[in-house]
């Protein structure tokens, strides 16, 4: 099962740390047109709930644990980021939801375009809908 899950190449030195990266088209399959990170998140925030229509994202957490609750209408999954060397995919009719589990935890993500209130879909009936919709469409 693809849960979006993608090991980020590190560089792990004994006295100096990990020094973690990855590269435009070769890392990540679309164009990156935006970064943003979310900081300052006390322990048991919840955020996200929500969906994009057409919007993909590479989400990784460089310090501290997030875990994250995936749904696509039809199965649910949960990956955690608890490591520097660990990033998630998030592609578009995703309901997702970032549970933080530690103090201070930072999600960073690169994304696939600018930032577009258009393209969330915030109430997950609504989400069930599109997502069937575009599924009875697509079998037509
Ligand atoms: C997502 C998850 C993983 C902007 O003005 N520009 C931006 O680029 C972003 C991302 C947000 N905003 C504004 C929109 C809201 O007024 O920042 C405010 C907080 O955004 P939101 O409540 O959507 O934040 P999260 O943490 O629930 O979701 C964010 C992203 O918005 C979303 O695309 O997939 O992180």
């Known amino acids: 099962m693809n ?3 993608q090991i980020i190449r590190t560089i792990q030195e004994k006295e100096r740390g990990m020094l973690s990266f990855f590269e435009a088209e070769k890392d990540i ?3 990156i047109k935006r970064v943003y ?3 300052g998140t ?4 919840i955020r996200g709930k929500h969906a994009h229509k057409t919007l993909k ?6 310090f501290g644990e997030i875990l994250v609750f995936l749904d696509d209408g039809i199965r649910e999954w949960e990956v955690l980021l608890d490591a520097p060397n660990q990033g998630l995919f998030v592609t578009e009719e995703i ?11 930072i999600l960073c993500v ?5 930032y577009d209130e258009t393209d969330y879909i915030r109430d997950y009936q609504d989400f069930l809908k599109y997502v069937k919709e575009k599924k009875d ?3 037509r």
């Open 95 to 105: 309901w997702h939801e970032m549970h933080w589990k530690s103090d201070g935890a």
């Open 3 to 5: 849960n979006g899950q």
């Open 29 to 31: 399959p679309f164009s």
């Open 42 to 45: 006390p322990a048991e925030t």
């Open 110 to 114: 690169v994304a696939s375009d600018y």
């Open 37 to 39: 990170y979310i900081s």
């Open 57 to 62: 994202q590479f989400l990784f957490c460089p």
């Open 137 to 139: 469409g697509n079998c």
